[in-house]
């Protein structure tokens, strides 16, 4: 007979731990809908937080400010009528500060060239196949540099480093503020050596470009640029005081066509560029000190004693003029430091005789002093020795020097009269 396997007594449920079962579950079910809940509520703060301003990473709030959107009406900021803007002025500095670096990159950034050339043109006309807006890439650079080497000449770069930007820097030079309104500037700067022989104003004029609102875009720099460069040249008369030269745009005879016409007038002799005798007036103890006081004046390691020097050989005049050919005649004219020995040279002898034939060094443009803003070329220059030389040959024994005739024309002034009448 089988065994009789033993009957298994089940449990009946426990109602009590029914409810718990059910208690945890509601927990769980709540925390969850809280979680949700939270998240959703974070996400929400989260994307209202996104078109709240940030602040920004720089304090400068001219170097953060935004162009306003035309379309606004005027919302980003405040319309303030009859508002001055102060960026004539800063771009002024901005232009000063460039040319004592010889930094054409700045130039470029504050001019607008399309405003600038439009205004040359018009003011001088120009042809219209030489004006900016009808001319291919290649050609606009091209005027562009051709402009930028116009401004960037040397002896205005030196003029400013020496006795111009350590001052304005310093807030000791002022600028002159002739006209500043909400579109529009007029800025001013006079240049000046330390004994106001080279004298020059530089006046720069800013605008407001077109779309921008002077009631909006008084003070935006992204609104403003340069649209005109002037000088003015000066130069000191023997009664005192200074005689002050005609405005003149930079750039203006860029775009005009040049025609070759025959000249109505001889020039002055030229001779060969070779040492020449000195006068029998002249003792071994006067040529001895104009040779030395040649040398001091060439001497850039001490600048005031070369103006002493320089000086002192123009007090002397006649007797001197020898000594100062024949240390031209020595130098080399295709040389940029023999070159720029000449020209300081020339520049004695103007002084000391009141003419002028006409020499630049280099392929600079001659900025100030008597010789007026001219490109030189080795021609040219060749052609001015020689005039200089052959004066000398020809007047040197019976010369006596003349005061200034600001009424008569130079040789130079008469070739300028025809080519403009060309």
Request: aromatic fraction near 8%.
């Amino acid at each position: 007979m089988a065994a009789r396997r033993p009957a298994i007594r089940r449990k009946s449920p426990d109602r009590g731990d029914s409810s718990k079962n059910r208690d945890n579950a509601l927990a769980l079910k709540v925390s969850l809908g809280a979680l949700l809940f939270v998240g959703f509520i974070f996400m929400v703060i989260y994307a209202l937080g996104e078109d709240k301003p940030k602040k920004p990473k720089n304090s400068n709030p001219s170097d953060n400010y935004r162009t306003p959107k035309l379309d606004h009406g005027g919302k980003d900021r405040p319309r303030k009528p009859g508002e001055e803007s102060t960026l004539p002025e800063k771009l002024a500095g901005q232009f000063m500060t460039a040319l004592a670096t010889d930094d054409s990159s700045i130039m470029s950034k504050i001019i607008s060239w399309d405003y600038l050339f439009r205004r040359i043109a018009g003011e001088n006309n120009w042809g219209e196949k030489r004006r900016y807006a009808n001319l291919d890439e290649a050609g606009k650079r091209k005027l562009i540099n051709d402009y930028l080497f116009e401004i960037m000449d040397e002896e205005y770069i030196e003029v400013v480093q020496k006795f111009f930007i350590e001052d304005f820097n310093k807030g000791l030079i002022p600028p002159n503020r002739d006209v500043v309104r909400g579109d529009y500037g007029l800025v001013g700067f006079l240049v000046k050596d330390d004994r106001n022989r080279k004298m020059i104003q530089i006046n720069l004029t800013s605008e407001l470009l077109d779309g921008y609102d002077e009631l909006i875009d008084a003070q935006n720099p992204k609104a403003w640029r340069i649209t005109r460069v002037q000088h003015e040249q000066f130069r000191q008369l023997k009664t005192g005081g200074s005689k002050k030269s005609r405005k003149k745009d930079f750039g203006a005879k860029l775009g005009k066509e040049k025609r070759k016409r025959k000249p109505r007038f001889v020039g002055p002799p030229e001779a060969d560029v070779t040492p020449v005798p000195w006068p029998i007036a002249s003792g071994e103890a006067e040529r001895k000190r104009v040779n030395e006081l040649i040398v001091a004046t060439l001497d850039e390691g001490n600048i005031r004693k070369a103006n002493q020097s320089r000086d002192e050989m123009i007090q002397i005049g006649k007797l001197a003029i020898p000594g100062v050919l024949n240390a031209i005649a020595a130098l080399d004219h295709s040389e940029k430091t023999d070159m720029k020995k000449a020209w300081v040279l020339i520049q004695a002898l103007r002084e000391m005789t009141n003419k002028s034939f006409r020499y630049t060094p280099g392929n600079s443009r001659q900025g100030l002093g008597m010789g007026g803003m001219t490109k030189g070329t080795p021609e040219e220059r060749t052609k001015s020795l020689r005039q200089w030389f052959g004066w000398w040959k020809v007047e040197g024994a019976t010369w006596v020097k003349k005061d200034i005739d600001y009424n008569e024309k130079s040789w130079d002034e008469l070739k300028k009269d025809e080519e403009n009448e060309g």
